[in-house]
């Protein structure tokens, strides 16, 4: 389905680390921006851009938020591990909110998703995008879930969706697993203009991931969108590469610290 370039693209988690990066980046390449998050906008907000707050769990508030919008990139929501309580409203009830929203404006959606999502595979697998989900906790459970919201509604209703299985997407990588995993902040930005202006997207899958050659992570869908990664976190081996946690479950698995945290098997 071609997109309506008038029409506005509604950003949730607008507030926060990526939406704030995302908010500008999309605002000055000229896209008309809805921007919403349960805490305010830091600081002025971008030409073309407006500001509500609302909270994903208020499916009505979504609901017109959405309104008259090609497209939701959904970036809202609890984004790290939490107890199970803490993640239903934003990430399970929040899910349905935002494609039930979706389905009635028209509009196509991109889901930041987690390589938490995937977590404990091993760090030893070179996964595709369509491997197994293995979660790694209540905050990876509810991104397996949208995953799979993406897929019904695309299935029983036509909803176009892109799954972003995000890596760790921060100015820099911290530590030796994110030169497998990281995702630059302009990659992500391109990433992001990309899936607004593919053609054709139907249910697609994409690593999160700029061009790492230690990279866990292989086929998907990227040439759907006419997109690939062109920073490395090759670029910051010798300043990184040393940089790794003490705990044996961390370093085994690909979700790293977030496997280790609650681990109970012995
Ligand atoms: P963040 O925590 O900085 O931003 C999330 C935003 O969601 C916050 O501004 C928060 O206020 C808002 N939010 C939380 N509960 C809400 C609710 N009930 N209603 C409305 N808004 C609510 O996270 P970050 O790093 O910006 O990540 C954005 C998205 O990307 C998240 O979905 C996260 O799971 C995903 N992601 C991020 C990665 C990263 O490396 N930064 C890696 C993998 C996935
Ligand atoms: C995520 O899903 C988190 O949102 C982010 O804060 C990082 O922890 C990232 O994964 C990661 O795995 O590095």
Redesign the pocket.
């Known amino acids: 389905m071609a997109m309506d370039a008038a029409r506005p693209v509604l950003l949730?988690?607008?507030?926060?680390?990526?939406?704030r990066g995302l908010a500008r980046g999309l605002a000055e390449a000229g896209v008309p921006l809805v921007l919403?998050?349960?805490?305010p906008f830091p600081g002025p907000l971008p030409p073309g851009a407006r500001f509500e707050a609302?909270?994903?769990?208020d499916g009505a508030a979504v609901a017109r938020l959405a309104a008259g919008c090609r497209a939701i990139l959904?970036?809202?929501?609890?984004?790290?591990e939490r107890p199970f309580e803490e993640v239903l409203?934003?990430n399970i009830a929040?899910l349905f909110h935002v494609y039930e929203a979706a389905r009635r404006a028209g509009a196509r959606v991109l889901f930041?998703?987690?390589?938490?999502a995937i977590g404990f595979h091993e760090r030893s697998a070179r996964l595709d995008a369509a491997c197994e989900l293995r979660p790694d906790g209540f905050?990876g459970l509810s991104?397996a879930y949208g995953e799979l919201m993406g897929r019904l509604y695309w299935d029983k209703h036509g909803v176009e969706s892109l799954v972003v299985r995000?890596?760790?997407?921060?100015p820099r990588p911290v530590d030796a697993r994110m030169l497998s995993t990281w995702?630059s902040a302009a990659d992500l930005l391109r990433l992001c203009q990309a899936m607004l202006a593919a053609p054709e997207l139907g249910y697609a899958r994409v690593w999160?991931a700029s061009d790492n050659p230690a990279s866990f992570w292989g086929a998907d869908d990227r040439q759907r969108l006419g997109w690939a990664p062109r920073d490395t976190a090759e670029a910051f081996r010798a300043e990184v590469g040393h940089l790794r946690s003490d705990d044996p479950v961390a370093e085994r698995f690909q979700g790293g610290a977030f496997c280790a945290q609650g681990w109970s098997r012995g």
């Open positions: 949730t988690g607008a507030a926060g680390a990526l939406g919403t998050d349960i805490a609302a909270d994903l769990a959904h970036f809202g929501g609890v984004s790290v409203g934003p929040g930041a998703s987690s390589n938490h905050y991104k995000i890596g760790s997407c921060f995702l999160g």
